[in-house]
Nanobody
Framework: VQLQASGGGSVQAGGSLRLSCAAS????????MGWFRQAPGKEREFVAA????????SYVDSVKGRFTISRDNARNAVYLQMNSLKFEDTAVYYC????????????WGQGTLVTVSS
């Protein structure tokens, strides 16, 4: 599976961005796709994930109510709508694939930088 993330940029606090992740290759049997982020000097953290089939989503507490993950199976794409952005959301955002339940996220995109100015 190959992943291509896009949509990052610079925005002022309170603004919005929408990240996209296009998947190619063997996508028919994926379990979940997710977004992670890594801020400067910090560990990579989970942000959100969505089942490839079905509607189950999960979010880290710090983004609940502000970020929304969605998918378009016809386009093999996953999106992360980010609203009410905060300075602490500044990070490189990565999309990733979890192929089977219980597996780690083991395919990763190249990352897209989100910079939020206060």
């Amino acid at each position: 599976v190959q992943l291509q993330a896009s949509g990052g940029g610079s925005v002022q606090a309170g603004g919005s961005l929408r990240l996209s992740c296009a998947a190619s290759g063997r996508t028919s049997s994926l379990y979940r796709m997710g977004w992670f982020r890594q801020a400067p000097g910090k560990e990579r953290e989970f942000v959100a994930a969505i089942r490839w089939s079905g509607v189950t989503t999960s979010y880290v507490d710090s983004v609940k109510g502000r970020f929304t993950i969605s998918r378009d199976n016809a386009r093999n794409a996953v999106y992360l709508q980010m609203n009410s952005l905060k300075f602490e959301d500044t990070a490189v955002y990565y999309c990733a694939v979890q192929q089977r339940i219980g597996d780690p996220f083991d395919y990763w995109g190249q990352g897209t930088l989100v910079t939020v100015s206060s």
